[in-house]
């Protein structure tokens, strides 16, 4: 998206398949990007952010480290507000679509936790010793990994 900022939803339509379901609008964006917004908004939830970290922990391979970089960009760029950041009615248009007026707590606990953790030494919370739960609480292994299960 122009935004840098993925939707909450979007759709993908094998091809061949019967695309008479979908608005004219989500065809277009098909064509033009290979999948269509179902629900274009942004409510700044951590799942993608936390995926790229993982892939950035585990194989140190700098162009995740660029898309979270990216993506915080947008967010600078599009959520920013005063005394805190917003969700998106429309990743497509930015903040000229409209905010969505309230912050969840998940931004703090996971997402700006993930952005800070793909940016800091790899020993802070490494991914040898810890395991995250679903709510990106670090929990200490009992055994660190040794590379093999």
Known sequence: MPTHIGPENFGFLPDGDDDSDLLATQRGEIKKYGFYLDR??????????????????ITGD?????????????????????GGFAGLRDVRLGREG???GKQESFVFAET???LYLAFVEP?????D???FSTEGHPFKRSFSFN???
């Open 62 to 82: 700098e162009k995740y480290a660029d898309w979270i970089w990216e993506i915080w960009q947008g967010i600078k760029a599009n959520c920013a507000v005063e």
């Open 147 to 149: 590379g093999t299960f």
């Open 98 to 100: 409209g905010l969505i």
């Open 123 to 127: 020993n802070v919370i490494s991914l």
């Open 40 to 57: 274009p908004y942004y409510l700044m939830r951590p799942e993608v952010i936390e995926s790229i970290f993982y892939f950035y922990r």
């Open 129 to 131: 010793d810890y395991v």
């Open 112 to 114: 700006f936790k993930y």
